[in-house]
């Protein structure tokens, strides 16, 4: 089954109704963006969260902080993961107390080749649990994430058939199951692709999710496990 982790949240509403819709993940912004929220909010959001009976796990989106800073939100939070989404390199991560997503952005002179030594270094590390390793798009004005921007996604099916990855960048309902057709991901991640105006519509997160599993059906829920 396709793991979907629905990233940018900033309320508690919509994060109750991607939990109920079948996320597997929820992702908060604790770095600078548009979509960020303070600790005390994500704290409510996590507590908010873990009453479910099933719950997602819940993700803290963090930049280039320092270690330090990474594991005392991430423990006052109570948060499940946390994505590292700047340029922190492998080593810093033997410094992370949380299980990691570590985001790897695509630039368009990025080779095949260039990606699956990346990840190879990280699965070297023997951290307590092997990362997450998230594909996203690269953007020149630097910006980190939700930039809507797709990446090549025939680099992201070369790397999927080599290990376990999620994709983001420039996903929404209408290209979703493209993706999961062409490239057999582990996991999909989408922010702006379920916004209107900027804002999290509630339908659009449900019919993502939905739509995410109606393919994972007729493809008889055949990606990597993890």
């Known amino acids: 089954m396709t793991r979907v982790k629905i990233c940018g949240l900033m309320e508690v509403e919509h994060a109750l109704a991607a939990a109920e819709a079948g996320a597997d993940y929820i992702g908060t912004i604790l770095a600078p963006s548009k979509r960020r929220i303070s600790p005390e909010k994500a ?5 908010a969260v873990r009453k479910l009976k099933k719950r997602p796990k819940v993700v803290g989106v963090f930049v280039n902080s320092s270690a330090e800073e990474v594991n005392r939100i991430a ?15 492998w080593d810093y991560c033997r410094n992370i107390a949380k ?7 695509v630039r368009g002179d990025k080779t095949i080749g260039e990606v699956m030594l990346e990840i ?30 797709k990446f090549d996604w025939q680099l992201a099916k070369e790397v999927s058939a080599r290990f376990p990855i999620m994709v983001a960048g420039g996903l929404d309902i209408t290209n ?14 989408v922010s702006s692709g379920v916004e209107t105006n900027g804002v999290k519509s509630i339908e659009k997160i449900k019919d993502f999710i939905k739509t995410v ?8 829920g055949g990606y990597a496990a993890r």
């Open 176 to 189: 979703v199951g493209q993706l999961l057709r062409q490239v057999h991901p582990w996991g999909v991640d």
């Open 120 to 149: 190879e270094k990280g699965y070297r590390l023997s951290l307590k649990q092997d990362p997450i390793v998230m594909l996203d798009s690269h953007d020149a004005s630097g910006r980190y994430g939700g930039t809507g921007r």
């Open 75 to 89: 423990e006052e939070c109570k948060l499940d993961l946390v994505q590292l989404s700047g340029d922190e390199f």
């Open 43 to 47: 704290s409510q959001i996590v507590d």
């Open 99 to 105: 299980p990691i997503i570590k985001v790897i952005h």
């Open 213 to 220: 599993r109606s393919i994972d059906g007729q493809e008889g």
